[in-house]
């Protein structure tokens, strides 16, 4: 059984590496599209956690190699999101915690890309822009949890594999 999760988790890893690099060789037109990476990161948290700490570690590894920029993206947002989100489901059964967590991680990511990019003012000196970061990590969290939750439950009953 482990070497199936392993099998599975690397095929996932493979999807994530391919839809964050999308943008890379299409530009920056299909930007929205990586948002998608947080789907197979889930899915590899909630199928083991091992897996998913060294997917998301081995994800960010690779696009370092490939694209230090998409890199910090991914680390810092959609693919936070996705592990975050998929250990507090294994870790607690409670929706609100889960989406807390997630914010708070969501949200800590943020400060780092701004804080690496420069946007001072934009994280630390406006506090009606901190609450906005705060409110938009709040909504977007939430809405992934119960999107994930869905997704994971609907490719469970269609699939019908052991392992998720």
Not at 118 to 127: D, P, Q, V
């Amino acid at each position: 059984m482990a070497s199936v999760k392993m099998v599975f988790s690397s095929l996932l890893i493979a999807i994530v590496i391919i839809i964050e690099t999308v943008v890379i060789y299409s530009g920056e037109s299909l930007v929205a599209i990586t948002i998608l990476s947080t789907i197979p990161l889930y899915f590899i948290c909630r199928i083991d956690l091992l897996y998913g700490w060294l997917s998301f570690l081995s994800v960010g590894i690779l696009l370092l190699i490939i694209s230090p920029h998409q890199m910090m993206f991914f680390v810092c947002t959609n693919g936070l999101v996705g592990t975050t989100l998929g250990i507090s489901k294994v870790k607690s059964s409670s929706f609100v915690v889960q989406s807390i967590a997630c914010s708070i991680a969501l949200y800590c990511g943020l400060c780092v890309v701004v804080s690496v990019l420069g946007i001072e003012s934009f994280a630390y000196k406006n506090w009606y822009y901190i609450l906005a970061v705060i409110a938009f990590c709040v909504v977007y969290s939430t809405l992934w949890n119960f999107m994930l939750a869905r997704i994971y439950d609907y490719a469970k009953k269609i699939t019908k594999l052991e392992i998720l």
